[in-house]
């Protein structure tokens, strides 16, 4: 869930992202580590803090998680003490090659600058018929997104400008995508496919993440005065009301590759 190198506040508050967005990305934890193979020695790159590296302890496997972000970091080491926790980030990782049994990535390589080094990166973790299995959130809007992109169209406030990367380090964000990213990235026996989830979170807690500045729409919120921000939080009341409910079900959509080490 972390990008190569980035500040803290990039994400917002590291409270927020592991209240907010962490359970979110939780929903695809379970077939990503069924995707990594038979336990054993687990890189969890992009680690945050602890969403993949708590189950997989749980599961048996001796994890060493990498995370730019020192609050992250601080983070994963309640959630998962037993595991070794060392800064870093693709494709320079802190450890040595073919050092671990599978190396995973849960929503890391789409937001990389250069997603192939990030993919060959991970592929040099894992030893000679390894596996590697990543995440990524697939092209398309999901249930949070088109909610909050009807906020701000409800508030009059545009949404800042996504960045994209140069179309010779881009790839799409589909099943074919991820799959021809991994193969080039020097995997193998490449499989990807579509992971679907309910994600309930509470309205509150969705504003938290807003107010923190995460996400497009949290970003476009901090950006405002205060007349921006108020017509935001009130949009965003009045969505939530015609929802009937302060809990949110809000469907999630991701793709998940995985592959191995040639060997």
Avoid at 99 to 113: E, I, T
């Amino acid at each position: 869930m972390a990008l190569a190198s980035r500040p803290d506040e990039a994400w917002g508050a590291a409270d927020a992202y592991e209240r907010v967005f962490a359970p979110l990305t939780g929903g695809a934890v379970a077939a990503l580590l069924d995707a990594a193979g038979p336990v054993g020695a687990l890189l969890d790159v992009g680690c945050g803090p602890g969403t993949v590296t708590a189950p997989a302890l749980r599961r048996g496997w001796r994890v060493t998680g990498v995370d730019p972000s020192p609050a992250m970091l601080d983070r994963a080491r309640v959630a998962a003490p037993a595991a070794t926790l060392l800064p870093g980030a693709l494709p320079d990782l802190p450890v040595a090659d073919a050092d671990v049994d599978a190396a995973v990535a849960s929503f890391v390589v789409n937001h990389l600058p250069d997603p192939l080094a990030g993919v060959r990166g991970l592929v040099r973790a894992a030893r000679p018929g390894g596996r590697i299995a990543v995440t990524i959130w697939a092209s398309g809007s999901s249930g949070m997104n088109r909610l909050l992109a009807a906020v701000l169209e409800d508030a009059g406030v545009p949404p800042l400008p996504g960045s994209r990367l140069p179309a010779d380090r881009d790839f799409a964000r589909t099943e074919a995508g991820l799959a021809g990213l991994l193969t080039a990235g020097g995997a193998t026996d490449v499989t990807a496919g579509m992971l679907r989830w309910t994600w309930p979170v509470a309205a509150d807690r969705l504003w938290l993440g807003v107010e923190s500045g995460i996400t497009t729409a949290g970003l476009t919120y901090r950006a405002q005065d205060r007349e921006g921000r108020d017509r935001i939080r009130a949009a965003f009341e009045r969505r939530v009301a015609a929802e009937g409910g302060d809990v949110l079900r809000l469907d999630a959509v991701a793709v998940l590759g995985s592959g191995r080490r040639a060997g």
